[in-house]
């Protein structure tokens, strides 16, 4: 289905799906930078350090506010810092090798957004979020199914999602949208560069693969 789907919608995607089944992969892509996706675990740490940050948090997620979360980076005390304390997070769910880039590597955009973060290892981080009974787990998850309607395309189509997404350019100006998370007991994670570049057709392909998943 995902191989029709990228020649029928002119695409690279990827994705992968964590079920009671079991592990599912398909596509051609295997996508480079989280993007905003990597402000979950970001606000998971943040919020542990310090819960008073919550609003920051929120619009973190919510509203994937960059300043937001740039500052809960800040608070964890940047650099090596910070990204020790988000690969934590990430090591609990047992990813042992993805690594939090410390510092800016593109002007323009943030040190954790350029971080490398492989599809199943995203399902998996879903997965074990899912089923988290920390304080900071928990609230992350709440505002991940607030996402705002601006975002909601893609998994925000499915109604019992929590989710994150992200998006950016490639060092050629195409535009990769991801997301990851999990509605009921299924944990996925989808990625695209459609032919023309553009975030508008990323956001259509996500939405046209959600709703061929069935989930």
């Known amino acids: 289905m ?29 996508p480079g930078p989280a993007w905003s996706t990597i402000k979950v675990p970001l606000a998971i740490a943040a919020l542990r350090a310090n ?10 997620i919510t509203v994937s506010d960059n300043a937001a979360a740039q500052q809960l980076w800040g608070s964890l005390g940047g650099g090596a810092a910070a990204a020790e304390a988000v690969e934590a997070v990430l090591r609990e769910s047992g990813d042992d090798h993805t690594q939090v880039n410390e510092q800016v590597t593109r002007p323009e955009f943030s040190a954790f957004g350029q971080t490398g973060w492989a599809l199943e290892d995203q399902a998996a981080f879903a997965r074990h979020l899912s089923a988290s009974t920390g304080a900071a787990e928990i609230e992350v998850r709440n505002y991940m199914a607030q996402v705002a309607s601006s975002d909601s395309y893609g998994l925000g189509e499915l109604g019992d999602a929590h989710f994150k997404g992200g998006w950016g350019p490639e060092l050629n100006g195409a535009y990769l949208t991801r997301q990851f998370g999990y509605s009921g007991d299924t944990a996925i994670a989808v990625a695209t560069i459609p032919a023309d570049g553009s975030y508008a057709s990323g956001q259509q392909v996500l939405s046209e693969l959600t709703r061929r998943l069935n989930l």
């Open 51 to 60: 819960p008073s940050l919550s609003h920051l948090a929120g619009s973190a």
């Open 2 to 30: 995902v191989a029709a789907l990228e020649q029928e919608m002119h695409a690279q995607i990827g994705v992968v799906v964590l079920g009671p089944e079991g592990e599912q992969s398909a596509g051609s892509l295997t």
